[in-house]
């Protein structure tokens, strides 16, 4: 069923690289009627893409470790380990983003895209929606230290058995929602993906 909603008011409170507004607001009712006019402050986040690769001939995923200044309260570390991530900019679309992220963030050649989601990060307070992949990738050669200097970019980039990977999830050792659910995803699907890649390489024989 879809209900409605009215926007009375829209201000912006703060915009620098990143935009924060305040909207009032109403909305349809469950019993009926309208609400009363509230407000809510919104994270406009924009438009992200996330990537985990994986490469289904030795079973690894490719993780990436780095500073995050919205973990520095964590009480372990604020270097968190994620899958690749990027800010779609203008003109860009969701799998350009996928293939520069990977190249740039892990030197990863991205051979096959799966998409995986389309999910709202946090929709109680920011407009942030991340478009969610798997990347097929041949891992050879793949770590070290990756990132652009000009973005303040310090990325240690890992290949990790993807079973390892599994544990670290049940673990809680990965905090990362977009890293969580790609390899759950992946867990569920790696069977297909393996079996997809050889016949494959029966075809190109």
Not at 29 to 45: K, P
Not at 86 to 106: D, L, N, P
Not at 142 to 157: K, P, Q, S, T
Not at 172 to 196: G, M, P, V, Y
Request: with cysteine.
């Amino acid at each position: 069923m879809n209900y409605s909603w009215k926007l009375d008011k829209h201000s912006v409170l703060f915009q620098k690289y990143f935009q924060l507004n305040e909207y009032s607001l109403s909305h349809e009712l469950y019993r009926g009627g309208y609400s009363n006019l509230f407000t809510r402050e919104m994270f406009e986040r924009g438009a992200v893409v996330a990537l985990l690769p994986y490469d289904p001939k030795c079973r690894k995923v490719v993780l990436i470790e780095q500073f995050r200044a919205g973990a520095m309260g964590d009480e372990k570390s604020p270097w968190l380990i994620e899958c690749i991530a990027g800010v779609i900019e203008e003109g860009e679309s969701e799998t350009q983003v996928a293939i520069r992220e990977s190249y740039e963030e892990a030197g990863c050649d991205i051979k096959q895209l799966h998409a995986i989601s389309r999910y709202y990060v946090s929709p109680g307070c920011s407009t942030e929606i991340c478009t969610l992949y798997c990347g097929i990738i041949d891992s050879t050669g793949i770590g070290g230290i990756h990132g652009l200097a000009e973005e303040n970019e310090d990325i240690r980039v890992e290949l990790v058995d993807a079973k390892i990977a599994y544990t670290w999830v049940c673990e809680a050792k990965i905090k990362s929602s977009a890293t969580i659910i790609a390899l759950q995803w992946l867990q569920l699907n790696e069977d297909r993906l393996i079996r997809d890649s050889l016949d494959a390489g029966s075809e190109g024989e």
